[in-house]
C-alpha cells in the first residue's frame, strides 16, 4: 500500500483543517488506518486510529473532543478531522495503516510521506 497524506497548512488558533490519505496499489479495506505526528527531536506521536469495520475510534487524549478520524473505504482515503487547533498540534502528520488497530508506530507497515501542520497564535 502506497500512501499520500496532504491538507496540511498553516493556521491560527481556533482554526480547523481536514488531512487526508489516500491509498493506492492494494487497498486498504482489511487494515486499521492511524494518524501519528511528530515533532523535531521528539518520537513520533500517536494522534488516532481506524480500524477496516469503521467501528470506535481511538484517540490520544490530546486531541479527544477536538480530532475526528473517519474513511471512506470506496475512495481508499481517510481523513483526519483537526478542530480547535492549537499550537501543540504544529507538527508533521503523517498517515499509516496496520493489521490491527493500535497505537504503537511501530506495528504499522506502510507510511505516507507526511504533511506539515503548523498553528500559530
Known amino acids: 500500500v502506497q500512501l499520500q497524506a496532504s491538507g496540511g497548512g498553516a493556521v491560527r488558533v481556533g482554526d480547523s483543517l481536514r488531512l487526508s490519505c489516500t491509498a493506492s496499489?492494494?487497498?486498504?479495506?482489511?487494515?486499521?488506518v492511524g494518524w501519528f505526528r511528530q515533532t523535531p527531536g521528539k518520537e513520533r506521536e500517536f494522534v488516532a486510529v481506524?480500524?477496516?469495520?469503521?467501528?470506535?475510534?481511538t484517540y490520544a487524549d490530546s486531541v479527544k473532543g477536538r480530532f475526528t478520524i473517519s474513511r471512506d473505504n470506496a475512495k481508499n482515503t481517510a481523513y483526519l478531522q483537526m478542530n480547535s487547533l492549537k499550537p501543540e498540534d504544529t507538527a508533521v502528520y503523517y498517515c499509516?495503516?496496520?493489521?490491527?488497530?493500535?497505537?504503537?508506530?511501530?506495528?504499522?507497515?506502510?507510511w505516507g510521506q507526511g504533511t506539515q501542520v503548523t498553528v500559530s497564535s
Open positions: 496499489g492494494h487497498t486498504f479495506r482489511s487494515v486499521a
Open positions: 481506524l480500524s477496516w469495520i469503521g467501528g470506535r475510534p
Open positions: 499509516a495503516t496496520a493489521d490491527w488497530t493500535t497505537d504503537k508506530a511501530y506495528e504499522y507497515n506502510s
